[in-house]
């Protein structure tokens, strides 16, 4: 019997059948999954045949409904994904761009899926520099120049055809029932309206489309209904990409893009397609770590950060002690640097992938690592002023029981995009134009430095940080991660694969364990609550800049397959997400 096993130790508590598998999910005691301890903190949800964690309960529920249906990975990855577009709209979209890394059982290999936007052709280096050769915020976050020619769509129907097993209409089928029959607006979605109302309701048409007729937000319960979304998810389902690139909904983008100065034309959209890629992977200890090539900096980095910290005994300095966060901030600081320098689009510029990810360039940077004193950024490059963020991605992870597996991050930029919605079509355009280096050596929102091979270029992808990741252990899959946050993806899934590796922790204390962020520049490391004052203080001790904030670092949406059990674990620091397995 298919069941949702969310909660199910709670449950089990509750029931008094401690020590006995709940009669709905086993059949016998002796099934139970060695994941059982009592002395955890943080319990995964545990499925056998198929899961999907994700930002949101209902995209989540709609994956497994298709993993049920006889789905594979990759059919409930999509469907997923357009389902979110509906649900989750502060992340989920069809108006912007990701990646999809996919382990595909048949070959035991995996792929990678790039549908990142592309800047439009009329673009150039000097598009969002303001007369005095500054940036200006306002058109490069919220105009209508802010956005990148979208790239879900193309992304998502490239993996469904190429790997996907059921029908178009089939995988689309939930969404176009969700944005057309409506839903009861949850908790989180009412607050994510709400927090970016503001910047919404200067838009007039996402003031009608994500608020009631008297301009308040849809309260919790009450159904919010999308028959513009409907209809644009009705034509991809007829009509595939030609259903969104061209044809009505093209109609409608180039339409808005002229009446707000926008640069999309019919022809960017005409000629966008998705690009499959191999992936980045390298080893640490007996794990095999398959993560984002460029356009993302992701994996590189990612790997880079694992390959210093390889040469240290960082079991026996103890997770989250002193020493180990050093360690890991002069990891990050090292990669940090070399993003601001030698990333960008591989279709445009030579990124040194090779040799950025090699093991003895790591063995040079760990020999200027000092064991007790922080490197200033400055020592390590020149240094910059700081800037701040605010963003919204989103993370969703698949598995199925053929052994497929899905992780994918996507995302609109920042949270509901630029906040422009395109009449006639229920979705909102993305900033993602932002993510180039708009003043390259110059600091954007994200107070990061990006350099000259990440400058605006029409037709070029600007680099990302989004690293959906997939840790294989004895050549099979054995952890499917991913997060949000801009830069702080790479420094959160860095910090949850060692969780995982290194600490031995389950699924769900990785992705819930305290973190820290270090991008270079600013040079500072953040800190979320949950590490000890005592630990702080030795950091300040060996010179770290420190900054103890309540706001949290990235939130990761995992699974982990071991001895043929799936464990799920969505992170708590936003409300809202759903582990949804059988
Ligand atoms: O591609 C990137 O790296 C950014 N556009 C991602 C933005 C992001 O993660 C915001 N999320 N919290």
Same mark, same amino acid.
Request: aromatic share 8%; hydrophobic share 40%.
């Given at each position: 019997?298919?069941?949702? *096993?969310?909660?199910?130790?709670?449950?089990?508590?509750?029931s $008094?059948?401690?020590? *006995?598998? /709940?009669?709905?999910?086993?059949?016998?005691?002796s099934?139970?999954? !060695?994941?059982?301890?009592?002395?955890?903190?943080?319990? !995964?949800?545990?499925a056998?045949?198929?899961?999907?964690? %994700?930002?949101?309960?209902?995209?989540?529920?709609?994956?497994?409904?298709?993993?049920q249906?006889? &789905?594979?990975?990759?059919?409930?990855?999509?469907?997923?994904?357009?389902?979110?577009?509906?649900?989750? /709209?502060?992340?989920?979209?069809?108006?912007? %761009? &990701?990646?999809?890394?996919?382990?595909?059982?048949?070959?035991? +290999?995996?792929?990678?899926?790039?549908?990142?936007?592309?800047?439009?052709?009329?673009?150039? +280096?000097?598009?969002?520099?303001?007369?005095? $050769?500054?940036?200006?915020?306002?058109?490069?976050?919220?105009?209508?120049?802010?956005?990148?020619?979208?790239?879900?769509?193309?992304?998502?129907?490239?993996?469904?055809?190429?790997?996907?097993?059921?029908?178009r209409?089939?995988?689309?089928? !939930?969404?176009?029932?969700?944005?057309?029959?409506?839903?009861?607006?949850?908790f989180?979605?009412?607050?994510?309206?709400?927090?970016?109302?503001?910047?919404?309701?200067?838009?007039?048409?996402?003031?009608?489309?994500?608020?009631?007729?008297?301009?308040?937000?849809?309260?919790?319960?009450?159904?919010?209904?999308?028959?513009?979304?409907?209809?644009?998810?009705?034509?991809i389902a007829?009509? #595939?990409?030609?259903?969104?690139?061209?044809?009505?909904?093209?109609?409608?983008?180039?339409?808005?893009?002229?009446?707000?100065?926008?640069?999309?034309?019919?022809?960017?959209?005409?000629?966008?397609?998705?690009?499959?890629?191999?992936?980045?992977?390298?080893?640490?200890?007996?794990?095999?770590?398959?993560?984002?090539?460029?356009?993302?900096? %992701?994996?590189?980095?990612?790997?880079?950060?694992?390959?210093?910290?390889?040469?240290?005994?960082?079991?026996?300095?103890?997770?989250?002690?002193?020493?180990?966060?050093?360690?890991?901030?002069?990891?990050?600081?090292?990669?940090?640097?070399?993003?601001?320098?030698?990333?960008?689009?591989?279709?445009?510029?030579?990124?040194?992938?090779?040799?950025?990810?090699?093991?003895?360039?790591?063995?040079?940077?760990?020999?200027?690592?000092?064991?007790?004193e922080?490197?200033?950024?400055?020592?390590?490059? /020149?240094?910059?002023e700081?800037?701040?963020?605010?963003?919204?991605?989103?993370?969703?992870?698949?598995?199925?029981?053929?052994?497929?597996?899905?992780? =994918?991050?996507?995302? *609109?930029?920042?949270?509901?995009?630029?906040?422009?919605?395109?009449?006639?079509?229920?979705?909102?355009? =993305?900033?993602?134009?932002?993510?180039?280096?708009? =003043?390259?050596?110059?600091p954007?929102?994200? #107070?990061?430095?990006?350099?000259?091979?990440?400058?605006?270029?029409?037709?070029?992808?600007?680099?990302?940080?989004?690293?959906?990741?997939?840790?294989?252990?004895?050549?099979?899959?054995?952890?499917?991660?991913?997060?949000?946050? &801009?830069s702080?993806?790479?420094?959160?899934?860095?910090?949850?694969?060692?969780?995982?590796?290194?600490?031995?922790?389950?699924?769900?204390?990785?992705?819930?364990?305290?973190?820290?962020?270090?991008?270079?520049? !600013?040079?500072?490391?953040?800190?979320?609550?949950?590490?000890?004052?005592?630990?702080?203080?030795?950091?300040?001790?060996?010179?770290?800049?420190?900054?103890?904030?309540?706001?949290t670092? #990235?939130?990761?949406?995992?699974?982990?397959?071991?001895?043929?059990?799936l464990? $799920?674990?969505?992170?708590?620091?936003?409300?809202?997400?759903?582990?949804?397995?059988?």
């Amino acid at each position: 019997m298919a069941t949702i *096993l969310q909660y199910w130790f709670l449950a089990m508590l509750a029931s $008094g059948l401690l020590g *006995l598998a /709940p009669a709905q999910a086993r059949d016998s005691a002796s099934e139970l999954p !060695p994941i059982i301890d009592y002395e955890e903190r943080f319990l !995964p949800v545990v499925a056998r045949q198929g899961m999907v964690v %994700g930002p949101e309960r209902l995209a989540s529920e709609v994956g497994l409904q298709i993993l049920q249906q006889g &789905g594979n990975a990759v059919d409930a990855a999509v469907a997923t994904g357009f389902a979110l577009a509906v649900t989750y /709209p502060r992340a989920g979209n069809l108006g912007g %761009g &990701g990646f999809m890394l996919i382990h595909l059982a048949e070959g035991n +290999r995996q792929t990678f899926i790039d549908y990142r936007e592309t800047a439009p052709a009329a673009a150039h +280096r000097e598009l969002f520099l303001d007369e005095n $050769g500054a940036i200006d915020g306002q058109r490069t976050y919220f105009s209508h120049q802010s956005a990148g020619v979208p790239g879900t769509v193309a992304g998502l129907l490239y993996a469904q055809d190429k790997y996907g097993s059921m029908s178009r209409a089939k995988v689309l089928a !939930p969404a176009i029932a969700l944005a057309e029959k409506g839903f009861p607006v949850s908790f989180s979605l009412n607050y994510e309206i709400d927090a970016r109302g503001q910047r919404l309701r200067q838009n007039p048409e996402a003031l009608r489309l994500f608020f009631k007729a008297d301009g308040s937000v849809y309260d919790i319960g009450e159904i919010w209904r999308q028959p513009d979304l409907a209809g644009t998810l009705r034509r991809i389902a007829r009509n #595939g990409r030609e259903g969104f690139y061209e044809g009505e909904v093209a109609k409608h983008i180039v339409a808005e893009m002229a009446a707000g100065g926008g640069l999309i034309t019919a022809r960017d959209l005409a000629q966008y397609r998705a690009v499959e890629r191999e992936p980045v992977r390298g080893a640490f200890g007996d794990y095999e770590v398959v993560s984002a090539p460029p356009p993302s900096s %992701g994996g590189i980095h990612i790997l880079q950060i694992l390959n210093i910290l390889e040469g240290y005994d960082l079991a026996e300095m103890g997770h989250n002690s002193a020493a180990y966060l050093h360690h890991l901030t002069e990891a990050m600081k090292f990669a940090f640097a070399d993003r601001s320098e030698y990333l960008g689009d591989p279709d445009f510029i030579d990124v040194p992938v090779q040799q950025l990810i090699d093991k003895r360039y790591a063995a040079r940077l760990r020999q200027q690592i000092r064991p007790d004193e922080a490197i200033p950024s400055a020592a390590i490059a /020149p240094g910059r002023e700081l800037h701040h963020e605010s963003t919204d991605t989103t993370h969703y992870s698949v598995a199925d029981r053929h052994g497929n597996v899905v992780s =994918n991050t996507y995302t *609109l930029n920042f949270s509901f995009g630029s906040g422009i919605a395109v009449p006639g079509t229920g979705m909102l355009l =993305n900033n993602e134009m932002g993510d180039f280096a708009a =003043n390259p050596g110059h600091p954007d929102m994200f #107070g990061l430095v990006q350099g000259e091979r990440n400058s605006v270029a029409g037709g070029k992808r600007p680099l990302s940080s989004m690293s959906p990741t997939i840790v294989l252990r004895d050549g099979r899959p054995w952890l499917a991660t991913g997060s949000p946050g &801009g830069s702080r993806i790479i420094t959160t899934v860095a910090q949850t694969l060692l969780n995982a590796m290194v600490f031995d922790m389950n699924v769900a204390t990785a992705g819930i364990s305290a973190r820290v962020h270090h991008q270079w520049l !600013p040079d500072n490391l953040l800190v979320e609550q949950g590490i000890s004052p005592d630990t702080i203080r030795l950091l300040r001790g060996m010179g770290h800049e420190l900054e103890v904030s309540n706001r949290t670092i #990235g939130r990761t949406q995992s699974i982990m397959l071991q001895n043929g059990w799936l464990y $799920g674990a969505t992170d708590t620091r936003r409300p809202g997400g759903w582990v949804a397995g059988y």
